[in-house]
């Protein structure tokens, strides 16, 4: 059954939406964090992360026809910005690619003698404790970030051939532990790898075997899963999300049904959950894990939009919506931009269209009374043309709106607010969101070039 009837959604959506547009000239301005490269070529800053309370990043200075690479952590004021190491160029030697976080350690996946090739590299925050963690003869994959599991940090690398091999790294003595040669399974591999309890589970190109890597030791556990049935449309499991003890999956390949499957390593706790039947002809289905709960979003050519919600169990799997605002007109939608759903809190955000307001924001907590309409954004049918969602982590969510500029959604309670025009977001080419505060890089005066700003967040609404 449908979530509500679109009578009943008319009549819920007629209450006043908390939509906040404010004039150009009253909207929050960002703070230049700090003119790196003075004059009008900028900085370029990218490759975002925080850690130990500072937001590191690269810089880029134009030097000619190549350009230096500067690894680079800041406050978010100038005088807390400071210089820690220059890598290399962008034509040769290290580079801050991929950070991540490793144990107490800040990692990056730097360029290794090739350009498809990386070595793992580490910083304790100084220039001269910026250095390779990995061994130069290990070809690190691009594709696949390494995994901390413990105190060991689990790497995939080149072979001899096309395959790919696993790597474990001590944290603490930095020795490198083989724990499998190159697996020509994984010629198609195309999934990271999943938490599984303290383990890891490896998918192969169709989804239908994991390697399952423990967190201590080195003995591997390959294993099928049994029982996933096989259509005509099916091209194995495509997509994966993680909960407490069990992976939740979803089938792909053209009109794939969309069943979702469980499992938690073993033939006995491996079976199909539930299935979205109302979407028939689905042109987009994403998997979104929140803490407890894992969210099936699926789309159709004509709007309809069913949202699935599930614990990994039979009896915890349940439907949250179901829109098919023009399920009976006899003319097809232009094809819209749909960004995928993303979890702000334990709140999921997705786009949907209820036949009044257009394709605009919506959220659900994972029941039906909490599944509803954010805001509408632009008023009216037509809807808000939203490219990206950015969350916050407190809840809301940043909504980068084509021509309509960026907006912070608060989804409990639903208040919209406008914080940069159009104009001034078009030039952002990289971002992160720490805590209350939005950096970018961007050109947004043209004698300082493209450098780094700060937006300071509005206060997450208690009303």
């Known amino acids: 059954m449908p979530l509500r009837s679109v009578p009943c959604l008319q009549l819920a959506l007629s209450l006043a939406l908390g939509v906040v547009a404010i004039g150009a000239d009253r909207l929050p301005q960002p703070r230049l964090v700090a003119d790196l490269a003075p004059g009008s070529d900028g900085s370029y800053p990218g490759s975002f992360i925080e850690w130990n309370g500072r937001l590191w990043f690269q810089a880029t200075f ?80 691009p594709e696949f970030r390494p995994v901390p599991m413990g105190d060991r940090l689990v790497a995939f690398v080149h072979g001899d051939y096309e395959g790919h091999g696993i790597v474990a790294l001590d944290l603490k003595t930095e020795a490198s532990e083989v724990l499998a040669a190159p697996l020509d399974m994984w010629l198609d591999y195309n999934e990271p790898p999943l938490k599984l309890g303290t383990d890891l589970l ?29 259509v005509a449309t099916d091209d194995g499991i495509r997509q994966f999300a993680s909960l407490a003890g069990v ?63 599930t614990d990994g169990s039979t009896d915890g799997t349940r439907l949250l919506l179901n829109l098919q605002p023009y399920k009976d007109a006899a003319f097809s939608l232009r094809k819209s ?55 916050v982590g407190d809840g809301r969510v940043l909504l980068f709106c084509g021509d309509r500029g960026l907006w912070l959604a608060d989804g409990d309670p639903e208040v919209t607010t406008m914080l940069m025009s159009a104009e001034d977001v078009s030039s952002i080419r990289d971002y992160y969101v720490s805590q209350d505060r939005f950096f970018f890089g ?4 043209p004698a300082t070039g493209h450098e780094l700003w700060v937006l300071d967040l509005p206060a997450k609404s208690m009303r």
């Open 62 to 141: 134009l030097a000619g026809e190549s350009s230096r690479l500067v690894l680079y952590s800041t406050e978010g004021i100038p005088s807390g910005t400071r210089r820690v190491k220059e890598l290399g160029t962008d034509k040769d030697g290290p580079n801050f690619g991929g950070p991540f976080i490793a144990g107490k350690r800040l990692c990056f996946l730097s360029r290794h003698e090739v350009p498809r090739w990386r070595r793992i590299w580490c910083t304790d925050g100084t220039g001269k404790g910026t250095r390779p963690l990995s061994p130069a003869e290990l070809y690190v994959c």
């Open 202 to 230: 490896l998918p192969d190109g169709e989804g239908r075997q994991f390697w399952r890597i423990p967190q201590h030791g080195h003995d591997l556990a390959r294993f099928s899963l049994p029982g996933l049935l096989r």
């Open 247 to 309: 992976i939740v999956m979803l089938p792909g390949g053209a009109n794939p049904p969309l069943d979702l499957w469980r499992t938690d390593g073993t033939p006995a706790g491996t079976a199909k959950v539930g299935s979205l039947s109302s979407i028939a002809r689905p042109e987009k289905a994403s998997l979104t894990a929140a803490s407890t709960h894992v969210f099936l979003t699926a789309y159709d050519s004509n709007h309809a939009c069913a949202v699935l919600c």
């Open 337 to 391: 931009h749909l960004p995928d759903p993303l979890v702000s809190g334990e709140i999921l955000y997705f786009m949907a269209d209820d036949g009044a307001h257009g394709l605009e924001l919506w959220r659900t907590d994972g029941t039906k009374e909490g599944t509803r309409i954010v805001s509408d954004t632009t008023p009216g049918p037509h809807g808000t043309d939203v490219r990206r969602l950015v969350s």
């Open 442 to 445: 961007a050109e947004r005066d």
